[in-house]
Every structure is written in C-alpha cells, then in structure tokens.
C-alpha cells in the first residue's frame, strides 16, 4: 500500500508509523492537494491496476476480487466503480436503512456532474453490473493501461484542480480517448462523505473556489461543439448562474474564476492536446447527458 501525507496536522503521521500493515510512506511537507497526492502515488506505483482511495473509505474483505472483474468485461473498460454505501458519522457500518454514497457518477444537461443514487435508501435498486459514466473518486479502480494513456502534461488527475471533480474531469477525458468505465455492485465499501450537494453554500469557502474554478477548467478542457450543441441552454444558464452567485453572495469564488482566466493559456493547450488525440467510443458522449447507466454490451476492440 502507498500512502501519500499531504501535510497533516493531527496523529496522521504518528498513526502510520505505528500501522503494522506494510506501506512506503511519503511525508509531503504541505498539502499538494487530493489530484497531485494520487499523481505522486500513483507515480510510485507498478501494478497493473490502480486503487484510488480515500482515507475515509473502508473497504469490505472481497473488494478488490470483485472490483477486479470488472476490468474483464470488455477490453476498452479502463475505469471500475464499485458501489459505495454511507458510514455513519462515528464511521460504523449502517446495520439497518443503508445509504447510497455512490453508484457511478452521471453527467446531467446543465455539464454538472452527480454520484447515482447518492443519499437514497439501498433497496437493491443498484445491484445490477452496468456501464456508468465513470467512477467516484472516492474509491475508483483504474487499468495501468489507461494510467498511461490519458494523461496531460505528465499528470493522471489535473493539478490544477487541487481537489473536488478531478474524478469527473479525468472520467470525460477518457472517454473521448475511447476508454469504458463499469460499474461493479459487488465491489463494497463504506465512505463517510462530509462534502455533499445537498449541503450547498455551507461548504467550506476552500471547497466552494475549488468546485467552481474546476467547473469551467473541465468544461474548457472537454467539451466537444457536438456535446455543447446539444446542451447549449441548460449548460449556458448554469453557466450563469454561478458566475452570478459568485458575483453577488459567495464572492471568495472569485479568486477561483480568476484562477481560470489567469491560465487559460494553460488550460487551451490541455484541450488542444485532449482533442487532438480523440477516439471513437463504443458509446457516444452525447448519449451519456442524463443518462445514469447503460446496459453492458459490445465493446468495441480497444484502443492503440
């Protein structure tokens, strides 16, 4: 196990030294960010797959056995979602009226991206292995295959981003290099998420710059004429409805829209690199606006 310290304050690092299970271990003098800490480990890494994994995560004992599986449904499948329930907030596993954390994450017409099923009752409803979008970033499986294959500028995850939607940014770039994600029900774990939709303007003023510089970093980078055509309305008043909100009650943003403008040069030569390599899917972008899953089927050979 590699585990990455991004510069914590608390018993973290005294934790680790006393944990018996194996780990390299690397002590980042401060915080890099969720996006470069799993580039750094992942750098240190050589398996075949790879693990990206939350530290508020626990996993049940057959979870990678599981998860692994998924990888052999198709040879494009790059991407493994496994079916995350909610902890509770002592961090025990709920014994009655389980929580959906994350089935997957889907891309709805306004380009804004959710977990499936995140805060409904687990009544079986998402038991059924599937295509999805692409996975939480809270525990997501990746192939070494498609490690190596999408990244921009030498790097996995944006840095850029420093935390917050980096796992939907990476899931849209891959899919326009071709590459597949499934969604594994019997891969299991429990997450505690403290940052969810519902909770809005309470977030964090950190988390709020973050989530809008991000929006708009991912958009610029990903979105294809094609796609945008076909969402122009519902994404371009999104679109304004955040800059507006950021403009009158949530003004720290701001520092979070300059970000994007003072690096557009940055980010214009991301797009050029992504658009350029783009490969045909098995399933078109456009078809996944508003849609939380499709059925698993053919797959087309996978990519060079």
Known sequence: ???????????????????????????NADNRGFAAGQNQAIGKSSGDFVLVLNPDTLLTPSFVREALMGFSTGPRVGMVAPKLVRATDAFEIPRREAQIDSAGVF??????????????????????????????GAAAFYSRA?????????????????????????????????????????????????????????????????????????????????????????????????????????????????????????VLAARREIQSRRRPAAVPLWRWVGRRSIALGPLSPKPP
């Open 1 to 27: 196990m590699i585990v990455v310290d991004n510069g914590s304050e608390d018993a973290t690092r005294e934790l680790l030294r006393a944990s018996p299970v194996p780990s390299q271990v690397h002590l």
């Open 146 to 266: 498609l490690v190596n294959d999408v990244k921009v500028g030498g790097e996995f995850f944006d840095e850029s981003f420093f935390a917050y939607r980096e796992d939907a940014d990476l899931a849209w770039r891959a899919r326009l290099l071709g590459w597949e994600c499934v969604y594994v029900p019997q891969a299991l774990a429990y997450h505690l998420r403290r940052a969810r939709p519902e909770l809005g303007r309470h977030f964090d003023a950190d988390v709020n710059r973050h989530s809008v510089k991000n929006r708009f970093l991912m958009r610029i980078k990903n979105v294809t004429p094609g796609l945008y055509a076909r969402v122009l309305v519902p994404a371009t008043v999104r679109d304004l409805m955040v800059i507006a909100g950021v403009a009158t009650f949530e003004r720290e943003s701001l520092v979070g829209l300059v970000f994007v403008v003072r690096n557009l040069h940055r």
């Open 107 to 136: 891309l709805t017409a306004s380009l804004r991206h959710f977990d499936r099923g995140t805060g409904e009752r687990d009544v079986g409803q998402y038991d059924c292995m599937e295509r999805v979008f692409g996975p939480s």
